[in-house]
T-cell receptor, first 113, second 116 residues
Framework: GESVGLHLPTLSVQEGDNSIINCAYS??????FIWYKQESGKGPQFIID?????DKRQGQRVTVLLNKTVKHLSLQIAATQPGDSAVYFC????????????FGSGTRLQVQP | GAVVSQHPSWVICKSGTSVKIECRSL??????MFWYRQFPKQSLMLMAT?????????EQGVEKDKFLINHASLTLSTLTVTSAHPEDSSFYIC????????????FGPGTRLTVT
């Protein structure tokens, strides 16, 4: 059933500012990481991915940074827009075989107009 | 490309009844489909992995006799919640992967199940 008292951390930014969303992952053997955006009542939407042999990857308005030493992942969104308001999850994949995703706890991004 | 659909998008059922949720890959062949459950304000939790033509692999703590998964074709997987109870009320999301360019999964839009 529903767990009581769990709240997503929230990042509130002004429209036009840059946003940085952080994620700590747990498995040092993870070799592939993905950031997803989830709007209310919808499934996760792929934003950007990065392999463990890289430390930075850029997309359109988004950049993912990977620090394997401290097992930290970040998503940077440039010129944040109201449409960026959503919950953002990092996810990791490790090992071979079925390649299931392990999701982080998520961060809610609120963009103030 | 790589569109995944789910049906229904929401369902309300009475306690004790069974509900079937469908997950379809519309424009690619999904050799593997995953089923997740998401409670309000929480992250997605993997329930099971479904490979076409074989039995699903369930995560620890997920009752396989309660959550029946069938992956009979490369484009369709179904999740049946048997003898549903109010605590099964949740957002159920499927994802699919196959011969795609990367290891990522494409997610369906989710199904909101409410058990009264």
């Amino acid at each position: 059933g529903e767990s009581v008292g769990l709240h997503l951390p929230t990042l509130s930014v002004q429209e036009g500012d840059n946003s940085i969303i952080n994620c700590a992952y747990s498995n040092s053997a993870s070799d592939y990481f993905i950031w997803y955006k989830q709007e209310s009542g919808k499934g996760p939407q792929f934003i950007i991915d990065i392999r463990s042999n890289m430390d930075k990857r850029q997309g359109q308005r988004v950049t993912v940074l990977l620090n394997k030493t401290v097992k930290h992942l970040s998503l940077q969104i440039a010129a944040t827009q109201p449409g960026d308001s959503a919950v953002y999850f990092c996810a990791e994949i490790s090992g071979t075989g079925r390649r299931a995703l392990t999701f982080g706890s998520g961060t809610r991004l609120q963009v103030q107009p | 490309g790589a569109v995944v659909s789910q049906h229904p998008s929401w369902v309300i059922c009475k306690s004790g009844t069974s509900v079937k949720i469908e997950c379809r890959s519309l424009d690619f062949q999904a050799t593997t489909m995953f089923w997740y459950r998401q409670f309000p304000k929480q992250s997605l939790m993997l329930m099971a992995t479904s490979n076409e033509g074989s039995k699903a692999t369930y995560e620890q703590g997920v009752e396989k006799d309660k959550f029946l998964i069938n992956h009979a074709s490369l484009t369709l997987s179904t999740l049946t919640v048997t003898s549903a109870h109010p605590e099964d009320s949740s957002f159920y999301i499927c994802s699919a992967t196959g011969e795609l360019a990367h290891n990522g999964q494409y997610f369906g839009p989710g199904t909101r199940l409410t058990v009264t």
